[in-house]
């Protein structure tokens, strides 16, 4: 009888040589032996080529015998490849997935647009000859939903670390046997893609100039990364819109300021985005601010030009206070670089840059003394605890402060302009007394009236001023958060591989796993710092905004209270 | 052929000799003699008898020669007769009785209830031996809809004075030939009910003492009540429940403090009930303020007590304020008299005081230069426009600001209190993290949680504060604004009357039109006085308050900035 197996999951074949399978479909093997967390088989569509031997459970006589390379818990980690950015969601009474579809379309659709966009990043590094088109005329950009690249990105996403750690112990204990540290079965971890596995394993190697070098300090808090000696800020001006072609194209041209070069270059959106796919390629546990979200249509709409730019600021403002994203070449050429030859010369630099993903950690220069992994292992398992409950209180808040600032356009408005007409109606009933001692009373009672109409306005104003940038605030962070998952797994990737062969592990896994673990932490304390940093900031401007609102309010009424003096 | 009728409205009998007749109802006359403005016919039903020659119209071969002793236009008039309280709404396309009928039970049941109250007033002189008995039970106060007294209150509370003075200018001119002035055939008119048409005839006689002279004096905006020249105030406090027949029976008793006196006085509901009875029928040109509504359940309720404490505190010092009832025997009585005995005395003297309805005007003293009867005329026509804008705009306003308190108290709390909600889930997340300079920001993110759930509780706490108040001055309004049509009634029709007859008028008559004219115009006077002053106070207490509150909310908001000085 011929050995077969049974798809635990949808697989789609990406290259030569590789099958599609789809979940519960059985493959015929050649044999039981897994190549580098391959099998051969044929599918029932009668295909012959090679697959994940995660992806299937060989079917033996007896059915509790039967291997399944997934892990012991089948279901959640890849479960969740098709429903991209619902991870919180399951784990939370659906009240993410719920809530954010009804109430906040803007944020929740941003959460899941910057995932989309990633994706899209890593296939976007166009020839230069398109470098001027439009962003949203390259083909590229159109992602059809379910096409593999969207696949890493969507496993992982998830804060469904457990299982995902879990297949890997199996494999890891599966290559026990041949004494050397095997390397991880799961291609499509983010640990292989980052580079954080090929890096651990010594695999990882790179022309390291002393300017490249990232030092990570000890600190009073554990790790941090070296600050940037040299701190600066860019500002970012309303955008103009220009044309091309003569007037057949047309884009927004945003004007930025360093202030360390003072010198104002004219950067596109599709330059952010560019940037941005650089830097994510570059830094596996480094959270890289996500850019606000595309819009296709509109985008020379007023109120989205103002949107994206406070976005960008914000975006901005996290990359220039960012230790290593703000010194990095790629980001200093984008800020400073003027002409377009040397652009295109510093772009084409960038895209071959050689210490990206694994070679990244290359330049990582940790403290002198080693960190205990178990003390990270903790420190890491309540970031971890952290930034879920953080996330899926984010999006609670959201929710509300939009429906406060909605409430407050709409029914807060309405109340007080129907209280404002109230008071007119009455001074239009009283001028109907024309004797010299009701006019004055009917003035100040009209003044009323206008004076309830204007706190209306204010309260439908009033949203943009506090609750937009706090708002604007938790959708940077939101961002943030759902970095973090990525960069715990590359780190718990490490320690997990370091752990599983503590008796044959050479000391160089052990600092190879040291200089991802500091720079994990440094990342996270980073993370902490701004996030004190930002919270504190936004909220006492939110209140100072709250209590100029009401302040003007009881000036208004003051205003009105004396027209009654000579009433 | 038999002469007959046609009835234009519904007449049901009340007296032996009358009969009752439905509209359209076709009635066999004996003779067309109208006397003293009756007709005797059999109804459809056989039945032989008297009833209102003006109820019908007498059917001739050519219907243009028929006989509408109701006047020209037959609408309107009669028609309101089981209508009541819905006149305003007839002419203003129905907005009162639909806004007040679904948005403000208890303002539109206090102005309907108060006409109510009115017909129980005119039977409810009861004995003295039920003078202790509690008001609702004395059956007297049960008022089955439709039965006669309703009648004389519902016609004359209309503002459709123009065609019921048609149907009494027609019957003045039926009874022109006989050279002396006839009386109105309308039985159930104020004017007739009040008095003024026997006082305008000269019927009136009764013994007026100096000290019972009221004078109408010629102030800067027309005639006016001479002012008290003892003017004094009452206060109100907190009434305590009292029981009889060993705590079988139980009331609440108020303490009344006059301020000229200083006596404390205690006085019960029915008390003043019974004052208010009084005084409607011994003034009646003169608006009597409307009590606080009755509630036959829940009356010992502390929302209940206090909601009728500030009503009978609005009522006393309207009554306080106006020269006429302030001074007057019975109101005087109700402040001073202390022990039993001479309260049963005060009492009926005041049920058996002469210088009532029509004698009331025997009292009035006017100016020394008579009143230009068309300026008089106009004047009434503008006050008449007014009280029906102001009545049709108090509706809406009472509304408006019902509803808006009622959102303070359920939407707006909710609100506030949703996003101190957030404030503190943040917080909750943010605790997480126990680094040192996280700390402080989660102490202040708690607190400002806990500001915006006080702010919420102020939301729905003020409205007690400004919009109560500015509801009760709107329903006591809403009092004097339902009195007018009576008044303005009376005065018309002595104008009419006066009009009609200039051929064959006595100098008396003019005279005693004019006094009634003054005594009308003194009240209108007064009325605008106190309604400048009240609205003035009120609204500036209003926006004080209003600005207290959102001053309160400003300090709270500065509390909570300040926890973020120290994050």
Not at 31 to 37: A, K, Q, R, W
Not at 82 to 100: A, F, I, K, R, V
Not at 290 to 315: C, M, N, V
Not at 531 to 560: C, N, P, S
Request: include cysteine.
């Amino acid at each position: 009888m011929a050995l077969r197996a049974r798809a635990l999951y949808d697989f789609v074949s990406e290259n030569p040589g590789e099958i599609s399978l789809t979940i519960n479909e059985l493959v015929t093997l050649f044999s039981e032996d897994v190549v580098e967390g391959w099998l051969e088989g044929t599918n029932s569509r009668g295909e012959t080529g090679l697959f994940p031997a995660s992806y299937v459970e060989i079917l033996r006589n007896s059915s509790d015998s039967s291997v399944n390379y997934s892990g012991t818990s089948g279901d959640g980690y890849y479960s969740a490849v098709y429903t991209t950015g619902t991870e919180y969601c399951q784990q939370t009474d659906n009240l993410y997935e719920d809530t954010s579809n009804e109430s906040t379309p803007t944020h929740s659709s941003a959460y899941s647009g910057q995932v989309q966009q990633r994706q899209i990043y890593q296939t976007s590094q166009g020839s230069d000859d398109d470098w001027d088109d439009d962003w949203d005329d390259n083909p590229s950009a159109v992602q059809e939903p379910g096409i593999m690249p969207a696949r890493d990105e969507d496993i992982h996403s998830a804060y469904s670390v457990a299982s995902s750690t879990t297949a890997r112990r199996g494999s890891a204990q599966q290559s026990k046997g041949s004494v050397s540290v095997g390397k991880n079965l799961n291609r499509f971890s983010t640990f292989v893609k980052s580079g954080g596995e090929a890096f651990l394993l010594g695999e990882a190697s790179g022309f390291v100039k002393d300017g490249d070098k990232l030092c990570v300090i000890m600190g009073q808090f554990g790790p941090e990364w070296q600050e940037n000696p040299y701190p600066f800020t860019c500002s970012i001006d309303d955008p103009t819109k220009q044309t091309k072609f003569k007037g057949m194209k047309s884009y927004m041209s945003y004007k930025l300021t360093p202030s360390h070069t003072q010198n104002q270059v004219n950067r596109r959106y599709k330059h952010f985005d560019w940037l941005y796919a650089r830097l994510v390629e570059k830094f596996p546990v480094i959270s890289v601010p996500h850019l606000p979200e595309k819009q296709a249509t509109g985008r020379f709409e007023e109120d989205f030009i103002s949107k994206r730019r406070k976005g960008l600021i914000w975006w901005m403002n996290h990359m220039t206070s960012h230790p290593v994203l703000s010194r990095c070449d790629v980001f200093q050429h984008f800020l400073t670089c003027t002409d377009e030859k040397s652009w295109k010369q510093g772009k084409r630099r960038a895209e071959k840059d050689e210490l990206v993903g694994a070679n990244f950690f290359l330049t990582v220069s940790p403290p002198a003394v080693p960190l205990d992994f178990q003390e990270v292992e903790n420190k890491i398992d309540v970031f971890k605890t952290f930034t879920k409950k953080m996330d899926e209180n984010l999006v609670q808040v959201n929710v509300t402060i939009n429906e406060f600032a909605r409430k407050q356009i709409t029914g807060f408005k309405k109340e007080y302009q129907r209280v404002g007409q109230s008071f007119r109606l009455l001074s239009q009933a009283f001028e109907l007394d024309q004797q010299t001692y009701s006019v004055r009373l009917n003035h100040a009672l009209a003044y009323t009236g206008d004076v309830y109409e204007s706190i209306g306005d204010y309260f439908a104003e009033q949203p943009h001023q506090d609750l937009g940038p706090l708002s604007d605030l938790f959708v940077i962070y939101q961002g943030h958060l759902s970095n973090f998952p990525d960069i715990i797994h590359v780190q718990k990737g490490a320690l997990t591989k370091v752990k599983d062969c503590q008796s044959s592990v050479d000391a160089g896994i052990s600092q190879r796993c040291n200089i991802i673990s500091c720079a994990t932490l440094a990342e996270i304390q980073h993370f902490h710092r701004t996030r004190v940093r930002d919270f504190k900031a936004q909220m006492q401007q939110y209140l100072q905004q709250q209590i100029a609102f009401f302040q003007k309010i009881t000036g208004k009424l003051e205003e009105a209270l004396h027209m009654y003096d000579q009433a």
